[in-house]
């Protein structure tokens, strides 16, 4: 079985940065793809980045150039650093961990990013 704890929300004000966590237990195959989603109330879950095992990353538009994805597989560690940020952002942010050859997926309980002043 696989487990997944997100940590690293918090309120902060615009303009400011965020470091979001994501501890992946259990068995983790080394072939995997990761990322950060985010839902806010009354709206349906997006995805904001993604990163595979080799350390491809890809960003949703709105957090291009505000945000960074990275890993340690090491440590079976995600990361999201948040700049810039935005009223916007705000959000429960999940992470998801996938295993391409069996398709099996796999989420975090989410943790709230609130942007506020």
């Known amino acids: 079985q696989v487990q997944l704890v997100e940590s690293g929300g918090d309120v902060v004000q615009p303009g400011g940065s965020l470091r979001l966590s994501c501890a992946a237990s259990?068995?983790?195959?080394?072939?995997?793809?990761m990322g950060w989603y985010r839902q806010a109330p009354g709206k349906q879950r997006e995805l904001v980045a993604t990163?595979?095992?080799?350390?491809?990353?890809n960003y949703a538009d709105s957090v291009q150039g505000r945000f960074t994805i990275s890993r340690d597989n090491a440590k079976n560690t995600m990361y999201l650093q948040m700049n810039s940020l935005k009223p916007e952002d705000t959000a429960v942010y999940f992470c998801?961990?996938?295993?391409?050859?069996?398709?099996?997926?796999?989420w975090g309980q989410g943790t709230q990013v609130t942007v506020s002043s």
């Open positions: 990163i595979t095992s080799g350390g491809r990353a």
């Open positions: 259990g068995i983790i195959y080394s072939i995997n793809d």
């Open positions: 998801k961990l996938a295993f391409p050859r069996s398709g099996r997926i796999y």
